[in-house]
């Protein structure tokens, strides 16, 4: 299967920025898309970012002009760059992806999630 693995949560001052890390690992043939979603307590999954393999990025458009998607295709890494960042920015993020896999010598679909990584905005 394949595994995602985020780093560079933490807590952060109103304003401030932080640049969430996504690492997928495995038999990994092919990633179509790679994105990021958050979740507040209390609130359901959210879609933060998305971005293809070509390089199309689509948003929240609540989070458009401070959030930007980007990738490395070859480390197969998703980076989400937070600017000006609010307290209702507060959440797990979590990071998806979707493409395909090799398993023996059969290529598969895939569609995983990394465990998360808590960002926390306040002062």
């Known amino acids: 299967q394949v595994q995602l693995v985020e780093s560079g949560g933490g807590l952060v001052q109103p304003g401030g920025s932080l640049k969430l890390s996504c690492a997928a690992s495995?038999?990994?043939?092919?990633?179509?898309?790679m994105g990021w979603c958050r979740q507040a307590p209390g609130n359901q999954r959210e879609l933060v970012a998305v971005?293809?393999?070509?390089?199309?990025?689509e948003y929240a458009d609540s989070l458009k002009g401070r959030f930007t998607i980007s990738k490395d295709n070859a480390k197969n890494m998703v980076f989400l760059q937070m600017n000006s960042l609010k307290p209702e920015d507060t959440a797990v993020y979590y990071c998806?992806?979707?493409?395909?896999?090799?398993?023996?010598?059969?290529?598969?679909?895939?569609?995983?999630w990394g465990r998360g990584t808590q960002v926390t905005v306040s002062s």
């Open positions: 495995g038999n990994i043939l092919s990633i179509n898309a």
């Open positions: 971005i293809t393999s070509g390089g199309s990025t």
């Open positions: 998806n992806a979707e493409g395909q896999y090799v398993r023996g010598a059969l290529p598969l679909p895939f569609g995983s």
